[in-house]
């Protein structure tokens, strides 16, 4: 009888600090700051800035809108001299850092628009990410070739190669 009872309470030590665990690891820690979108007849791109609060990596796997048939995340990359983009694998956020999607680098690409994007208007996006799952945030349209967000401030440095006007 003593030896069952240890082996309850061991069994139920194991369940519990295993709950512990998995509400440390899997609770969102994740945000989604200064979302938004450039205006766009047919392609466009969204960017955003995701912030890992928690204790353990995540990656961003895969994208979603209701607005186009496709979303992807992709990667920008300069070659000789003209910027080209393709699909790129999960992006790792780790733990208590921040990782910007922006024009020029890694963005959402929003391929199959089901009707223009217009500045003003605004649409969910949804996010998989790996342990935080699926997180929506609504993307604000700012105008064709708007570098950021109005609540992210002026960018502080400019990007070589890349005409802002
Ligand atoms: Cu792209």
Known sequence: MQRFRSYLLAAALAVLSQAALAQTDAKPAIHIEHAFARAAPRTGGAYLTITNTGTVPDRLLAASTPVAK????????????VMTMRPRGPVTIAPGQSVALKPGGDHIMLMGLKKPLQ??????????????????VAVPVEKAGAMSAPDAGMPGHSMPGMKMD
């Open 119 to 136: 500045p003003g208007e605004s649409f969910p996006l949804t996010l998989e990410f790996e342990k935080a799952g699926a997180v929506t």
């Open 70 to 81: 496709e979303a992807a995340v992709h990667e920008s990359k300069m070659v000789n001299g």
